[in-house]
C-alpha cells in the first residue's frame, strides 16, 4: 500500500507545494462560483450542494481529488469576510502574513502541553504573551499604565477565544476570592460570562440593566457585600459600546471587588494612538479578555486572557508526570500545563508575533485607525440619507441602522432577504426596544463605494 506524503520532514516542502497550488486555485474557483459574499438559496440550497460534492463520507477507495473538490465547495458555500457587503459579525478578514504563519503550525504540528513537543513555540509564547500583557496594564518603557510602580508582573495566556478567556476569568476569581464569589455584570454583557458562572458552580449572577447600552456605575452602588466580581465590557457585540471603565474601577477599589474587562472586541484600540484614549482605565482591571481574531485581523483562534499578577495563575497549577514531572521542572524544563485548561493546544502565538512583527505598532494601529474611520463615514451616511435612521454614531467600527419607519419585522424580514439572495451579510441587533441592523466593519479595503452600495442596497431590498 502506497504511503500518503507526509506534510513535514525533509520531503514535507515537495510534498505540500503541489497540494498548496491545488488548494489556492480551489480557493479561487469557489469564490468565482459563489460571486458575492455569501452562498444563495438559503441552508436548503448549501445543504444540498455540500451533500451532493461529499457524496460517500467515508469511501472504500479514496479519491485523489477530494482536496480540489472539497475545498473548493466549502469556498463556494463560505460568508467571506473580505467582501465589503459581509458586514455582520464581530469575523475579520485575516491577513495573509498571518494565513501562511497558521500553515506553517499546521505542518510542524507542535502541542504546547510540554516543552518536548514545542521548543521554539513555548518561548515565542512567552516572549509574546508577555509583550501582550504589558500592552494591557501598562508599559513603562512607553510612559504608560502602572507596571512600573506595580509590585505584580502581568502576564498573558492564549486561548481559544472570548469565551474561554472569560471563563478563565471567572475561574480565577472564584480560585482568588472563594467558591462564594459572585458576578455581577450589565444586560450588556457578552453571553459567555452569565454561563460560565453557571458552569462553574459560582452563586447567581446579579445582572444589572442596561439601558442605554452600557453598565451605569451608579447601579452598582446597590450591589449586595461580599466577594464580588465585576465584569465591564470594552466593546459590546451590539453595538461596540464601552462601559465608564475608570468610574467602574474606583468602584472595584473601594468595594475591594476584583474586575474583569472583557476587550474581546475593543482591545484592538491599544495599538492606536488615536484611540487608546477609549481604553482608559483598563490597566486597573485584574483579568483582560482580548481577541486578535477581531480587531486584530488573524485567523480564528487567537484569544488572549491578561492578568494584572501572573501569581493569580498558580491556580492552574497542575501536574501529570508524563508532561511535566518534577524532576524535569527542577531541571529546567519549562512547565507548560498550568498555561491553559486544554492539554493538546496549537501554538496560536505564531500568527501573532509574524503579524506584531511584520506590521509593527504603526502597521497595526493604521487597520485600526482605518475600520473606525470606515464606520464614522457610514454612519454619516445613514445620517444623512432620509431613508435610513442611525441609532448613534460608533464608538468603535459596529453602526446599528434602519430603514425610517420600518417595523421590526420588516427589519428583519430584509435582512434574511438579502442572506437568502446572497447579496449582503448584516447583522441584528436590539436597541432602544427596536431590531436595528449591525454592520460591522472589519475589512480595512472597503471603500466609500462600497459602503454607499451596502446602503443601496439596503434600500432597494426593503419594502415600500
Same mark, same amino acid.
Given at each position: 500500500?502506497?504511503?500518503?506524503? #507526509?506534510? =513535514? /520532514? %525533509?520531503?514535507? +516542502?515537495?510534498?505540500?507545494?503541489?497540494?498548496? @497550488?491545488? $488548494?489556492?486555485? *480551489? !480557493? &479561487?474557483?469557489?469564490?468565482? #462560483?459563489? =460571486? /458575492? %459574499?455569501?452562498? +444563495?438559496?438559503?441552508?436548503?440550497?448549501?445543504? @444540498?450542494? $455540500?451533500?451532493? *460534492? !461529499? &457524496?460517500?463520507?467515508?469511501?472504500?477507495?479514496?479519491? %485523489?481529488?477530494?482536496?480540489?473538490?472539497?475545498?473548493?465547495?466549502? @469556498?463556494?458555500?463560505?460568508?467571506?469576510?473580505?467582501?465589503?457587503?459581509?458586514?455582520?459579525?464581530?469575523?475579520?478578514?485575516?491577513?495573509?502574513?498571518?494565513?501562511?504563519?497558521?500553515?506553517?503550525?499546521?505542518?510542524?504540528?507542535?502541542?504546547?502541553?510540554?516543552?518536548?513537543?514545542?521548543?521554539?513555540?513555548?518561548?515565542?509564547?512567552?516572549?509574546?504573551?508577555?509583550?501582550?500583557?504589558?500592552?494591557?496594564?501598562?508599559?513603562?518603557?512607553?510612559?504608560?499604565?502602572?507596571?512600573?510602580?506595580?509590585?505584580?508582573?502581568?502576564?498573558?495566556?492564549?486561548?481559544?477565544?472570548?469565551?474561554?478567556?472569560?471563563?478563565?476569568?471567572?475561574?480565577?476569581?472564584?480560585?482568588?476570592?472563594?467558591?462564594?464569589?459572585?458576578?455581577?455584570?450589565?444586560?450588556?454583557?457578552?453571553?459567555?460570562?452569565?454561563?460560565?458562572?453557571?458552569?462553574?458552580?459560582?452563586?447567581?449572577?446579579?445582572?444589572i440593566p442596561t439601558p442605554n447600552g452600557t453598565l451605569d456605575p451608579a447601579a452598582l452602588e446597590t450591589i449586595p457585600h461580599g466577594p464580588l466580581l465585576i465584569a465591564a465590557t470594552a466593546g459590546t457585540t451590539d453595538a461596540g459600546l464601552i462601559d465608564p471603565l475608570p468610574e467602574i474601577a474606583r468602584l472595584c477599589a473601594a468595594r475591594k471587588a476584583r474586575l474583569h474587562v472583557d476587550a474581546a472586541y475593543g482591545g484592538g484600540l491599544l495599538f492606536s494612538d488615536?484611540?487608546?484614549?477609549?481604553?482608559?482605565?483598563?490597566?486597573?482591571?485584574?483579568?483582560?479578555?482580548?481577541?486578535?481574531?477581531?480587531?486584530?485581523?488573524?485567523?480564528?483562534?487567537?484569544?488572549?486572557?491578561?492578568?494584572?499578577?501572573?501569581?493569580?495563575?498558580?491556580?492552574?497549577?497542575?501536574?501529570?508526570?508524563?508532561?511535566?514531572?518534577?524532576?524535569?521542572?527542577?531541571?529546567?524544563?519549562?512547565?507548560?500545563?498550568?498555561?491553559?485548561?486544554?492539554?493538546?493546544?496549537?501554538?496560536?502565538?505564531?500568527?501573532?508575533?509574524?503579524?506584531?512583527?511584520?506590521?509593527?505598532?504603526?502597521?497595526?494601529?493604521?487597520?485600526?485607525?482605518?475600520?473606525?474611520?470606515?464606520?464614522?463615514?457610514?454612519?454619516?451616511?445613514?445620517?444623512?440619507?432620509?431613508?435610513?435612521?442611525?441609532?448613534?454614531?460608533?464608538?468603535?467600527?459596529?453602526?446599528?441602522?434602519?430603514?425610517?419607519?420600518?417595523?421590526?419585522?420588516?427589519?428583519?424580514?430584509?435582512?434574511?432577504?438579502?442572506?437568502?439572495?446572497?447579496?449582503?451579510?448584516?447583522?441584528?441587533?436590539?436597541?432602544?426596544?427596536?431590531?436595528?441592523?449591525?454592520?460591522?466593519?472589519?475589512?480595512?479595503?472597503?471603500?466609500?463605494?462600497?459602503?454607499?452600495?451596502?446602503?443601496?442596497?439596503?434600500?432597494?431590498?426593503?419594502?415600500?
Open positions: 500500500m502506497h504511503t500518503p506524503p #507526509l506534510a =513535514s /520532514g %525533509p520531503e514535507g +516542502p515537495d510534498s505540500l507545494r503541489p497540494l498548496l @497550488a491545488t $488548494v489556492l486555485e *480551489a !480557493l &479561487g474557483e469557489g469564490a468565482r #462560483l459563489r =460571486s /458575492g %459574499p455569501l452562498p +444563495p438559496g438559503g441552508p436548503s440550497q448549501v445543504a @444540498a450542494r $455540500v451533500r451532493a *460534492a !461529499l &457524496g460517500d463520507v467515508l469511501p472504500e477507495e479514496g479519491d %485523489p481529488e477530494a482536496l480540489r473538490h472539497l475545498v473548493r465547495t466549502l @469556498a463556494e458555500g463560505s460568508a467571506d469576510p473580505a467582501d465589503p457587503f459581509c458586514a455582520a459579525h464581530l469575523h475579520c478578514p485575516p491577513l495573509a502574513v498571518a494565513a501562511a504563519a497558521d500553515l506553517a503550525v499546521s505542518v510542524l504540528n507542535p502541542s504546547l502541553d510540554s516543552w518536548d513537543q514545542a521548543p521554539a513555540a513555548s518561548e515565542l509564547e512567552s516572549l509574546v504573551t508577555g509583550q501582550l500583557a504589558r500592552e494591557v496594564f501598562g508599559n513603562p518603557l512607553r510612559g504608560a499604565g502602572n507596571c512600573a510602580t506595580s509590585p505584580h508582573r502581568p502576564d498573558a495566556l492564549i486561548t481559544t477565544g472570548g469565551t474561554e478567556s472569560n471563563q478563565l476569568a471567572l475561574l480565577l476569581a472564584r480560585e482568588s476570592l472563594g467558591p462564594g464569589v459572585r458576578l455581577i455584570c450589565g444586560e450588556n454583557a457578552h453571553h459567555s460570562l452569565p454561563r460560565s458562572a453557571w458552569l462553574l458552580g459560582m452563586p447567581d449572577p446579579v445582572i488615536r484611540h487608546r484614549e477609549k481604553l482608559e482605565g483598563l490597566a486597573a482591571a485584574d483579568t483582560v479578555t482580548l481577541d486578535l481574531h477581531k480587531l486584530g485581523w488573524q485567523p480564528v483562534a487567537a484569544g488572549i486572557l491578561a492578568v494584572r499578577d501572573a501569581q493569580d495563575l498558580a491556580a492552574l497549577t497542575h501536574r501529570a508526570d508524563y508532561l511535566n514531572a518534577d524532576d524535569d521542572t527542577e531541571a529546567g524544563l519549562p512547565d507548560l500545563l498550568g498555561r491553559s485548561l486544554r492539554t493538546t493546544r496549537r501554538p496560536d502565538i505564531l500568527k501573532i508575533a509574524v503579524t506584531l512583527k511584520t506590521l509593527g505598532r504603526a502597521g497595526i494601529a493604521a487597520l485600526v485607525d482605518q475600520v473606525c474611520a470606515q464606520a464614522e463615514e457610514f454612519a454619516r451616511a445613514v445620517e444623512e440619507h432620509p431613508g435610513f435612521e442611525l441609532h448613534a454614531p460608533p464608538t468603535i467600527s459596529t453602526v446599528l441602522f434602519r430603514p425610517a419607519d420600518a417595523t421590526d419585522a420588516a427589519v428583519a424580514a430584509v435582512r434574511r432577504q438579502l442572506l437568502e439572495d446572497g447579496r449582503a451579510v448584516l447583522g441584528r441587533a436590539r436597541a432602544a426596544n427596536r431590531l436595528w441592523l449591525k454592520a460591522t466593519l472589519l475589512n480595512p479595503t472597503t471603500r466609500p463605494a462600497d459602503l454607499a452600495g451596502l446602503l443601496h442596497l439596503v434600500e432597494g431590498t426593503t419594502p415600500r
